[in-house]
């Protein structure tokens, strides 16, 4: 069942509201966002249209399945319909349907005094409360959100059990953090063809060519690396792969043409005849190849100035099948950096220090890589992303009003 959606109402919704307000206000960057009521109005009404056909799904499964046949459930994704829960349960209930209602944010979710800038910040959260759970991908992002519903909307609120109070319900809220699967990419390493030369010592980046991800900070700190340690001249490349994103944004056309000057001056400065420190490719390459990239990489640099999770970092470490093993970078402001511990942390604001990391782990002994590594590995192995999905499921599984524990007192 698709929905089907006029071409300019679409284009207010996605690259107005979507993509030009929540995407930056909820990275905490809130002079980037546009608060446009066309642009909100487009998004009321496409999160209307995904709600009609949501409760026409659940309407075909009333009449198909037996009566005994347990309760659907509906998963909603991301920021794109925040609000389509809130319209899903008032719709359902009126007519008498089964169902329960999950809703996961893969972007972080912003502090109180950031979120409280978008002019219809309340029928967001009553739009997600309309939920019987919540899920965000680390503790701060449900602290940040018990905490805007309690002081916009007046909810009771139990911080310690992530309980919200809403309508006469009670709303889960979970940390879940998103995973990978883990043994696909470790199969995908295992075969994957070498493409990198092995006399080149590689700092690989992969990303989304997003304002979010710190690219231009992060050519900085590599530039500043080479003035500063001239040692990894001739030695070490940074091979960044920058994959064309949201290219209607006027955002992230100004990105592109500040990477391509930022690219083009530092190799500029620094090419040898035998050698260019940069590498960069403003394109989508293949997942094998993509493989042997993080198979073969000496660091990896995963350096957003804020990211929901980040899956590169995971990724990157699963591919890490080679002995000794590569050096994991990563910001503390990705979800990734939270959980992450034996990566090298590294802020992505500080340049100077930045290059120090850097440089750090270019220079780090087999030993330490291959410990910290270990840890990394093991902890992705195990928290895959069947673990995540289970996690949500079960923790959907249990019916709030039949639990004690989770009813405010
Ligand atoms: C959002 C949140 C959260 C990248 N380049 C290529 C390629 N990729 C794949 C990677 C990875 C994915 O794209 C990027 O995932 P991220 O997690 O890094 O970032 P977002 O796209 O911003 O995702 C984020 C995520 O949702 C999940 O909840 O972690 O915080 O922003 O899987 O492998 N894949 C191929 N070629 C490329 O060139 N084939």
């Known amino acids: 069942m698709s929905v089907h959606i006029d071409p300019k109402i679409f284009d207010s919704y996605y690259n107005g509201c979507c993509n030009g307000t929540f995407w930056p206000l909820f990275h905490s960057m809130p ?25 026409k799904a659940l309407e075909i499964l009333a009449k198909e399945e037996p ?10 994704h991301d920021y794109h319909l925040m609000l389509a829960a809130n319209t899903i349960r008032n719709i359902a209930e009126e007519r008498n349907l089964k169902f329960k209602l999950g809703f996961f944010l893969h ?14 910040s309340d029928e967001i959260l009553q739009g997600m409360l309309g939920c019987d759970m919540v899920g965000f991908h680390i503790e701060d992002y449900c602290l940040n959100f018990v905490d805007c519903c309690q002081r916009r909307l007046g909810c009771r609120v139990d911080r310690k059990n992530l309980l919200v109070e809403h309508g006469g319900r009670t709303v ?75 290219t209607d944004v006027k955002e992230y056309q100004d990105l592109k043409e500040e990477m391509d000057q930022l690219v083009g001056r530092i190799n500029g400065r620094f090419t040898t005849p035998n050698w260019s420190p940069i590498r960069y490719i403003y394109g989508c390459i293949s997942q094998d190849e993509l493989a042997s990239f993080y198979r073969d990489a000496a660091v990896a640099l995963v350096t957003p100035l804020r990211d929901g999770m980040n899956l590169v970092a995971k990724e990157f470490v699963a591919c890490q099948i080679n002995s000794p093993p590569g050096v994991l970078v990563v910001s503390p402001f990705a979800g990734a950096g939270e959980m992450m511990h ?29 410990l910290r590594m270990n840890y990394l590995r093991k902890r992705e192995k195990v928290h895959d992303v069947n673990y995540w999905m289970r996690s949500f499921l079960k923790a959907m599984g249990t019916l709030i009003t039949e639990d004690g524990d989770d009813v405010l007192p």
């Open 107 to 120: 972007i972080p979710f912003p502090p109180w005094d950031i979120f409280r800038l978008f002019p219809w």
């Open 31 to 55: 002079d980037r966002a546009m608060f446009c009521a066309e642009h909100w109005r487009a998004y009321v009404q496409v999160n209307q249209e995904f709600a009609e056909k949501t409760i």
């Open 67 to 76: 009566a005994d046949s347990g309760t659907p459930l509906v998963w909603i």
């Open 342 to 370: 034996e990566a090298l942390i590294s802020n992505p604001y500080e340049i100077d220090a930045a290059a120090e990391v850097i440089h750090r782990a270019l220079t780090m002994p087999e030993d330490e890589r291959t």
């Open 172 to 246: 889960r809220i979970r940390p879940l953090p998103i995973a990978i699967p883990y043994e696909r990419f470790v199969q995908l390493a295992k075969a994957a063809p070498r493409v990198i030369d092995s006399k080149q010592k590689i700092v690989l980046g992969v990303d989304r060519l997003d304002y979010t991800k710190g690219l231009v900070h992060r050519l900085k700190a590599f530039e500043t690396l080479l003035e500063k340690h001239p040692e990894h001249r001739e030695k070490v490349t940074l091979l960044q792969i920058a994959v064309p994103s949201r």
